[in-house]
């Protein structure tokens, strides 16, 4: 039976003599400091610059497109004679114009998440030059009988050229096109007064579904936060492997070639207390820095915050994530712990590290899929069931929890634990694989010791 002070005493060490390492310092600590900020700020004057952007599009043949009609004024007294209705009804039966004095009618200049403003530029001829010379992002071609096309209940054509394979031009295309469909819909609702039919006759039946009560920024957010929520737990892995890979290594690989291994073995302390104090530590180390990284997050999403007006992240569900990712990060400790103690030196533990990432993204990336679910089968799955568990308490659902999964999501990550620590224990009392020189010789080699 290990001795809990003695395991406690050994952690502690390790803890200390990792936050005494300044690369340690840096990569766990430091560098997340420099990385959010610069990440959200060049994030945010990404959108700023788009925001302000300018796309300028050459409209060809304007006069030909509907002009704006003179508003006939009713007096109060004609208005109560129907008046007004009239004139309402004269108006839903005038095409709308697209170009007013040389710009875009502003009621169809729908807002897009691409960003930018369309300006109007008043061309004789069509010129893909001005594409070339990029004195125009984009090419509106009208032809000269649109107008009478319209009133005889046909389909004009209306052109659209762009650069090819410029990202420029593929945005104003982008808006340009959302423009004039929001145009051809108004369209669409004179040309269908004109026949007698309610604006809605081509829609026989309405759909109402969860989406279309919100606002447009209010979908935005929760697509958004929907992403989130698949992402974090994706992120909270990456954060603890790397916080676990090099202390991992350097607690077993490091001190062979320091010389300190020795030193410990020697020590009163049982081999399986010392592999559990430097499990703790690697512990430790993982969890402390996906918890580093979650804070630094809060900092940066509380700033960003201010300019929005919903909640990105659900801090009681971010709460109960972090608490499901302490058994994963005691997997990736033991996993670690078991490869770096086989590793000669740190050169080869990093090496031998690489499995690590082999195993746990595909099964991360996995578990990330469309319509992926904490269920009978997945609960099971080492890795994946903890991030599917970590997705379902972060994400704002109404029906009932899936507690009946989670013994199976502990069971089957306190196995994989409980088989890797048995693993690293083994090595650790094999003094073959603690001994053994820098460029061995002869025989192949195994996870547990050398083949003879």
Known sequence: MPRWSVVRLIANREVRDQLRDRRTLFLILG???VMYPLFVGIGLLFV?????????????GAHYLPQPQPEGVASPVAAVGGAAAAVAERQARTFPPLVTDGKFNARFLENSPDGGSLTVKLIDAPDEGLLDRREADAILVVPADFVAKLDRGERPVLQVLGREGEENSKIAVRRLTGTIHAWVERLKDARFARAGLSADFDSPVEVRDPQSGKAADKKVFDELRDVLVKTIPFLLVMWMLTGAIYPAID????????GTMETLLISPAERIE????????????????????????????????????????????????????????????????????FARSTKEGNYYMVP?????????????????????????????????????LMAVRTDPFPWQHVPAVVGSLALCVGLTLWAAVRQFQRESVLFREAEGSGGGWSLFGRKK
């Open 274 to 341: 010392i592999v559990l104090g430097k499990f703790a530590a690697v512990v430790t180390m993982g969890f402390g820095t996906a918890a580093w990284n979650v804070t630094l997050m809060l900092l940066v999403t509380a700033a960003v915050q201010v300019y929005f007006p919903h909640t990105l992240i659900y801090l009681p569900g971010l709460a109960m994530c972090m608490l499901a990712a302490l058994p994963l990060a005691m997997l990736i400790a033991a996993s670690t712990l078991a490869l770096g103690i």
């Open 356 to 392: 690590m990432f082999f195993v746990t993204l595909p099964l991360a990336y996995w578990s990330m899929s469309p319509g992926m679910e904490l269920d009978e089968v997945t609960s099971w799955i080492p890795v994946a069931n903890a991030l599917l568990l970590q997705q379902r």
């Open 251 to 258: 607690m077993t690989a490091g001190e062979k070639e320091r």
């Open 48 to 60: 700023a610059a788009i925001k302000e952007k300018v796309f300028v599009v050459a409209v060809v």
């Open 31 to 33: 560098l997340p400091v």
